[in-house]
């Protein structure tokens, strides 16, 4: 009896000993230096090592101690980026891409007075070579125009708005993998020459920069010639010539008005909305508001790193709670998508980059000595670009989506024996054929052998958004 109370009281001094260890390393993990006292601190310093972990992949058990499988998957999406793994159709030939791309991850948009400062290049990544070869090659650029913009970001850090090293290898992988399915003709597509623009944002031109030397980690001649458009342009209205639509700036209104009275009318999601900015205010140097994506923006900086998340008075915001955010936004963007205010916003947004897209693509179709550099096209920008791009063209609408999110526009010929000459299209988002759930491909077969005539597309483009653009625009 007694070998066994003296065994239990060393167990629990071992407990507590493990514990109160996590509360000194806690403290200066964080810079304090100062021991904490107090369960409630014990346990939010054991809670924080269990955050901690959370990205190792040789612990991924501990994944599970907050959050179950599925959740874990859902959390990952947002954080990670997509894949592109789609295997190409024998006896296809490629004419043409034009590519959308999502920056990679990149720090809140929200300044955090206590963020995780440290968001490190993490080691398990499949291009460790690639990543810092690539690194020492362009940290030594620095770009002469007025911009002034830096090659890569910081090989550490969460800077307000900016790429992290994180964000840097999801496109080295992404331009790897779309090297892949480019093949060995689509690589001489890439070179010095090849268009390539970016909005006015270092967090999308390091992007672009990222995604070209994936592309072809042969290139040596850095930096690479990158468009980048005004301030202020997101969708490449500039390019497109369509900036002077009016009426998009009264939608614009109007739909900030719809999404804030579907949040409303929900009372528990605007008392959670509620409660996780009350524990963000104290760590966050302005207010947010209390549109649910504010939230969702500063506690993903935490979860893409595995980091704890933010408290206040012994109280943590967990990783579920973050994703009950995501549920929301999910939730409300399901509603969105049926109402026309957003369809119409959409249109005003995005008829003009799918435009220049369509005539990209027309141009390859019709002339048969397209030169190489005109047959591959990269637009580096945000999700505010995609969506409405993915919307106007009949897809569910969206509030967030993952980091590195992509829509790859591609044109092809059938080389088979007998076939004919036309030219087929296809849209890959996210590592997904969607072609079929294109408007303009409702009504065709959506089997997998099925394909889809570049023609109707290029129509669909140039009458029916065309109309639609016009009557919104007020022309």
Same mark, same amino acid.
Request: proline fraction near 4%.
């Given at each position: 009896?007694?070998?066994?109370?003296?065994?239990?009281?060393?167990?629990?001094?071992?407990?507590?000993?493990?514990?109160?260890?996590?509360?000194?390393?806690?403290?200066?993990?964080?810079?304090?230096?100062?021991?904490?006292?107090?369960?409630?601190?014990?346990?939010?310093?054991?809670?924080?090592?269990?955050?901690?972990?959370?990205?190792?992949?040789?612990?991924?058990?501990?994944?599970?101690?907050?959050?179950?499988?599925?959740?874990?998957?859902?959390?990952?999406?947002?954080?990670?980026?997509?894949?592109?793994?789609?295997?190409?159709?024998?006896?296809?030939?490629?004419?043409?891409?034009?590519?959308?791309?999502?920056?990679?991850?990149?720090?809140?948009?929200?300044?955090?007075?206590?963020?995780?400062?440290?968001?490190?290049?993490?080691?398990?990544?499949?291009?460790?070579?690639?990543?810092?070869?690539?690194?020492?090659?362009?940290?030594?650029?620095?770009?002469?125009?007025?911009?002034?913009?830096?090659?890569?970001?910081?090989?550490?850090?969460?800077?307000?708005?900016?790429?992290?090293?994180?964000?840097?290898?999801?496109?080295?992988?992404?331009?790897?993998?779309?090297?892949?399915?480019?093949?060995?003709?689509?690589?001489?597509?890439?070179?010095?020459?090849?268009?390539?623009?970016?909005?006015?944002?270092?967090?999308?031109?390091?992007?672009?920069?990222?995604?070209?030397?994936?592309?072809?980690?042969?290139?040596?001649?850095?930096?690479?010639?990158?468009?980048?458009?005004?301030?202020?342009?997101?969708?490449?209205?500039?390019?497109?010539?369509?900036?002077?639509?009016?009426?998009?700036?009264?939608?614009?209104?109007?739909?900030?008005?719809?999404?804030? $009275?579907?949040?409303?009318? $929900?009372?528990?999601?605007?008392?959670?909305?509620?409660?996780?900015?009350?524990? %963000?205010?104290?760590?966050?140097?302005?207010?947010?508001?209390?549109?649910?994506?504010?939230?969702?923006?500063?506690?993903?900086?935490?979860?893409?790193?595995?980091?704890?998340?933010?408290?206040?008075?012994?109280?943590?915001?967990?990783?579920?709670?973050?994703?009950?955010?995501?549920?929301?936004?999910?939730?409300?963007?399901?509603? %969105?998508?049926?109402?026309?205010?957003?369809?119409?916003?959409?249109?005003?947004?995005?008829?003009?980059?799918?435009?220049?897209?369509?005539?990209?693509?027309?141009?390859?179709?019709?002339?048969?000595?397209?030169?190489?550099?005109?047959?591959?096209?990269?637009?580096?920008?945000?999700?505010?670009?995609?969506?409405?791009?993915?919307?106007?063209?009949?897809?569910?609408?969206?509030?967030?989506?993952?980091?590195?999110?992509?829509?790859?526009?591609?044109?092809?010929?059938?080389?088979?024996?007998?076939?004919?000459? $036309?030219?087929?299209?296809?849209?890959?988002?996210?590592?997904?054929?969607?072609?079929?759930?294109?408007?303009?491909?409702?009504?065709?077969?959506?089997?997998?052998?099925?394909?889809?005539?570049?023609?109707?597309?290029?129509?669909?483009?140039?009458?029916?958004?065309?109309?639609?653009? $016009?009557?919104?625009?007020?022309?």
């Amino acid at each position: 009896m007694r070998v066994t109370l003296l065994r239990l009281v060393w167990i629990v001094g071992a407990i507590a000993a493990v514990f109160f260890a996590f509360s000194i390393l806690g403290n200066y993990r964080h810079g304090t230096g100062k021991l904490r006292y107090g369960v409630s601190d014990i346990l939010n310093a054991a809670r924080f090592y269990t955050g901690y972990l959370w990205n190792v992949r040789r612990g991924a058990w501990r994944k599970k101690l907050e959050l179950g499988a599925e959740d874990y998957r859902r959390l990952e999406y947002y954080c990670e980026g997509p894949k592109l793994e789609l295997p190409r159709r024998v006896n296809e030939r490629l004419l043409g891409v034009q590519l959308l791309i999502r920056h990679g991850d990149r720090g809140a948009l929200f300044t955090v007075k206590d963020s995780p400062s440290d968001c490190p290049y993490e080691e398990e990544h499949s291009l460790p070579e690639t990543f810092l070869s690539y690194y020492t090659q362009a940290s030594s650029f620095k770009k002469s125009k007025e911009e002034d913009f830096h090659l890569v970001p910081q090989r550490s850090g969460c800077l307000n708005g900016q790429l992290t090293s994180k964000g840097v290898i999801q496109h080295l992988e992404l331009g790897a993998a779309v090297a892949k399915r480019l093949g060995t003709d689509g690589r001489k597509w890439v070179s010095d020459e090849t268009p390539v623009y970016s909005t006015f944002y270092p967090r999308t031109y390091q992007s672009a920069m990222a995604f070209m030397q994936g592309l072809d980690p042969s290139h040596r001649s850095l930096p690479r010639n990158i468009h980048l458009t005004p301030a202020g342009d997101h969708m490449f209205c500039s390019v497109a010539k369509t900036c002077a639509c009016d009426g998009g700036r009264n939608l614009t209104d109007q739909f900030y008005k719809v999404k804030t $009275d579907l949040l409303h009318q $929900d009372s528990q999601r605007l008392a959670l909305v509620g409660r996780l900015r009350d524990i %963000l205010a104290t760590h966050t140097e302005d207010p947010l508001k209390e549109w649910p994506a504010h939230v969702f923006d500063v506690l993903l900086q935490f979860a893409c790193h595995g980091k704890r998340m933010p408290c206040l008075d012994g109280t943590c915001i967990s990783y579920s709670e973050l994703l009950d955010v995501i549920h929301i936004l999910e939730s409300i963007a399901a509603q %969105l998508t049926h109402h026309q205010v957003v369809k119409d916003l959409s249109v005003s947004d995005a008829y003009g980059l799918l435009q220049v897209i369509a005539d990209n693509l027309d141009k390859i179709a019709k002339e048969k000595n397209v030169e190489d550099k005109d047959r591959f096209t990269l637009f580096s920008a945000h999700d505010s670009t995609i969506v409405p791009v993915m919307h106007s063209l009949g897809l569910p609408f969206h509030i967030v989506i993952p980091y590195a999110s992509f829509v790859l526009f591609e044109l092809y010929t059938d080389v088979s024996d007998g076939a004919s000459e $036309d030219v087929y299209f296809r849209i890959i988002h996210n590592g997904e054929d969607v072609t079929s759930r294109i408007s303009c491909f409702s009504q065709q077969s959506s089997s997998e052998t099925a394909r889809f005539p570049f023609v109707l597309f290029k129509d669909f483009v140039d009458n029916d958004l065309k109309s639609r653009y $016009d009557k919104v625009c007020n022309y």
